[in-house]
C-alpha cells in the first residue's frame, strides 16, 4: 500500500511541476514586444549608433 501512495505523489510532482513550468513560460511572452525589423536590428545592435549605421548604407 505505501507503494501506491508513493507513486501517486510522484505522479502528482510530476504533473504539478510541468503545470507550473509552462505557466511560467507563458507568463513571460505575455510582455512581449512586437516591432518592425529595423527597430528590432537597432534593440539587437545597442551599442551603435544611427549615424554609423548610415555611413555603412544599413
Request: glycine share 12%; no cysteine.
Given at each position: ?41 537597432k ?16
Amino acid at each position: 500500500m505505501p507503494a501506491i501512495g508513493i507513486f501517486v505523489l510522484f505522479v502528482l510532482l510530476s504533473v504539478g511541476g510541468g503545470l507550473l513550468l509552462w505557466g511560467a513560460v507563458d507568463s513571460e511572452k505575455r510582455d512581449r514586444q512586437v516591432m518592425d525589423r529595423g527597430s528590432a536590428e537597432k534593440a539587437a545592435r545597442r551599442d551603435t549608433d544611427e549615424d554609423e549605421d548610415e555611413r555603412r548604407g544599413f
